[in-house]
């Protein structure tokens, strides 16, 4: 544990799941809006990695995994499927997530790849996917009911299609979304946010990281103290990424 700091509110412990092998278009970025975004809020931000072989750490207070190549899926998914059980009891106790791209097809029941090679999920969110030969690609927008319009950028050729278990995250105003015929983006799942859309995410929505932040902090400490962040960067983002065309 490091040292709490003069003034801090206590410390959060960020985990990172696999960024040696997921972590493709600048999803790490995710952990860093965090990170900055904790101190901003009075917080002091403990980033800790898991990857393959890693011993897991206990008493982490917020997870964040990114997305990956197929190949990338392949090298974690056996030491995903002996952690699933650790992950899924986290989840189910409300820890708050964030998993993008390829970690959120493996946080569902399985990824069929389009040659037919399936590769098991763990079966947090009621979600399947199939590789398909269409490709997914451009800027997004999406209308969701908990944090405004998010927006980010997609890249994928697998199709999610959601089960009764979960919720969508919101709806396409712009880009395909979990697949190319619901109009559905992502996942909700308890304190679980999942979505295909990189850039990183986090930076152009702040009330994603917010979320996530706020959540954590009242498991931990039981109220949350919000700081005074300075969003006029994401602000500036998100203007321009909602102009960009698809």
Not at 47 to 58: I, K, R, S
Not at 69 to 82: N, R, Y
Not at 140 to 168: I, R
Not at 177 to 196: F, Q
Request: with cysteine; proline share 6%.
């Amino acid at each position: 544990m490091i040292p709490e700091p003069e003034g801090s509110k206590g410390t959060i412990r960020v985990l990172q799941l696999y960024p040696r092998d997921m972590n493709i278009y600048g999803d790490w970025g995710n952990a860093l809006v965090l990170q900055q975004r904790l101190r901003w809020h009075g917080y002091t931000p403990e980033l800790l990695e898991y990857n393959v072989g890693d011993d897991f750490p206990a008493g982490v207070d917020l997870i964040v995994g990114g997305g990956g190549q197929d190949s990338g899926q392949l090298v974690i998914q056996d030491d995903l499927q002996a952690r699933g059980a650790v992950l899924k009891d986290l989840a189910e106790d409300g820890t708050p997530m964030l998993v993008i791209c390829g970690l959120y097809q493996l946080f569902g029941k399985f990824f069929k790849t389009h040659t037919g090679s399936v590769i098991p999920g763990i079966g947090i969110l009621d979600v399947e996917t199939h590789g398909t030969d269409e490709r997914l690609i451009g800027n997004v927008k999406v209308s969701t009911p908990e944090f405004g319009d998010v927006l980010g950028y997609e890249n994928h050729s697998g199709q999610t299609t959601l089960g009764p278990g979960v919720a969508p995250l919101g709806t396409v105003a712009k880009g395909t979304g979990n697949n190319s015929g619901d109009g559905h983006e992502g996942a909700r799942y308890r304190n679980v946010v999942a979505s295909y859309l990189h850039g990183s995410l986090l930076p152009k929505n702040p009330a994603v990281a917010d979320f996530l932040i706020r959540t954590a902090v009242e498991r931990k400490f039981g109220t949350f103290v919000p700081g005074k962040p300075d969003d006029d960067y994401a602000r500036l983002a998100r203007e321009y990424a909602a102009r960009r065309p698809r």
